[in-house]
Each structure stands twice: as structure tokens, then as C-alpha cells.
């Protein structure tokens, strides 16, 4: 009777779909104002269990053909900031001028992450989550 118990429990953990946590949600946005100036608003969300005492980035602009044509690096939260709680959204922006005409789209990608109490740095991919760099 145990062993029915044991697979009928076991069988019913491991047919349950698993979906891959990701410790953190980036949402960029831009926004025209004064008919000449973009400002790129970059907002990222922790979700992770931990919170966050460095996050660094670059936000990269791609052109209609796919090429890069600038990188901006960007620190989110620096060592002098209070701590990026978990389950709380920060977000910080940069303004450059606007070219009419011109598409442009904009990613930011996570460069290194240190959380609370840990001296590794990180990075992150949306693919494969958190990397040790360090």
C-alpha cells in the first residue's frame, strides 16, 4: 500500500508543468515629448527572493536593418542606493534627441547583478536566468 502511495505521489509531481522563474522582468519604453527629445524608460522588476545591492546594464538601439548603432550603459541600482527589495520595481531612464524618420527599437540587457550578502556578480539571460561571472 506504501509503494502505491509513493508512485501515485511521485507520478503526480513530476507530470505537473514546470515553468521557468525568472528573478527579474525588464520592460523598456519610449516616449516622445516636446517633439524633439525620446526619453527611454527602462523598468525592471525583481521578482527573485533576494534583494539586489548592484544592477548594471546597457540599453542598445537597433536601427531597421538590425544593426546596433549605440549602447548606453546604465546603473540601475549602485552601491550607494538603498537595497532593490524583492517584489518591488525600479526604473530609470535616459534622454536623447529625436531623429524623425528614423526606427528605432531599444533592449536592455543585464551586465552584472550582486545580491544582498553575496560577493558573486551575475548576469542574466531571459533564456537561461542567472550566470556567475565572478
Known amino acids: 500500500m506504501r509503494k502505491l ?3 501515485c505521489f511521485s507520478s503526480i509531481l ?3 508543468p514546470t515553468t521557468p522563474h525568472h528573478p527579474l522582468s525588464i520592460d523598456v519604453r519610449t516616449k516622445l515629448f516636446q517633439d524633439d527629445l525620446l526619453k527611454i524608460v527602462v523598468q525592471v522588476e525583481n521578482t527573485s527572493d533576494r534583494n539586489i545591492e548592484y544592477l548594471e546594464g546597457f540599453l542598445t538601439e537597433i536601427d531597421a536593418t538590425g ?6 550603459r ?3 541600482v549602485q552601491p550607494s542606493d538603498a537595497l532593490f527589495a524583492s517584489n518591488s520595481i525600479l526604473s530609470d531612464s535616459h534622454t536623447m534627441p529625436y531623429k524623425e524618420h528614423q526606427f528605432s527599437k531599444f533592449l536592455f540587457h543585464i551586465n552584472k ?11 542574466y539571460h531571459p533564456a537561461v536566468g542567472l550566470i556567475r561571472i565572478d
Open 5 to 7: 502511495l509513493f508512485f
Open 113 to 123: 547583478i550582486r545580491f544582498q550578502g553575496d560577493y558573486r556578480l551575475y548576469t
Open 67 to 72: 544593426s546596433m548603432t549605440k549602447e548606453i
Open 74 to 76: 546604465m546603473q540601475i
Open 14 to 16: 513530476l507530470c505537473q
